[in-house]
């Protein structure tokens, strides 16, 4: 009877480790829509997460759970014969809070250069403005050359926030999440003087 557990307990250990983990990919988020445009001297860009709102993602936001959606943007020098080279690089935070006192959601967008915080009470506008990105200023024209070719890479980060004490003991059954989208590409693109 002794020479069985330590079988059955190496079986059910590769079962955990094998089991397939919430993943953005399971989830199908996924980044669509990268419009680059040249804004003056700025490339700006826009883009839409979609498919990100899972039921425990819209759950745990209505129940006050801060959340924030991570976005990478690389823009990208394309090079024949070697690796493509990162000609600049932007993080966006986007977070939302939802108030229950106040019945209202706070969004807060932040680039790095530029902090904005907008109100609503409506669900349906917070969930639009997390899903996306709507005019990033990436880099500016200067730093490109007219006759080469560019593209912009964006990835999403979906996390929630940890709660402080006494609200992770309070608010244990809301379950939390962390997932990424694969990297998408805009078209190739020449920037114009």
Do not use: H
Request: charged residues 20%; contains cysteine.
């Amino acid at each position: 009877m002794r020479p069985r557990l330590p079988a059955i307990l190496l079986c059910c250990w590769l079962v955990i480790l094998l089991a397939p983990w919430p993943s953005a990919q399971a989830a199908g988020a996924r980044i669509t829509d990268i419009i680059v445009t040249q804004a003056s001297d700025q490339l700006v860009v826009f883009a839409t997460l979609e498919e990100a709102f899972t039921p425990e993602i819209e759950e745990s936001i209505v129940n006050g759970v801060p959340t924030t959606f991570t976005y990478q943007l690389r823009l990208m020098r394309q090079r024949a014969f070697l690796p493509d080279a990162e000609v600049a690089a932007l993080t966006v935070r986007q977070s939302v809070a939802y108030d229950l006192l106040k019945d209202e959601f706070q969004f807060v967008r932040d680039d790095g250069r530029r902090n904005s915080t907008r109100l609503t009470k409506a669900y349906g506008e917070v969930k639009r403005w997390m899903a996306e990105l709507t005019g990033v200023t990436l880099a500016s024209r200067r730093l490109l050359q007219p006759e080469e070719r560019y593209y912009v890479q964006v990835k999403a980060e979906i996390r929630s926030v940890s709660l402080v004490f006494p609200f992770n003991y309070l608010l244990f059954f809301i379950s939390f999440f962390n997932f990424d989208t694969p990297w998408a590409a805009s078209s190739l693109f020449r920037v114009s003087r």
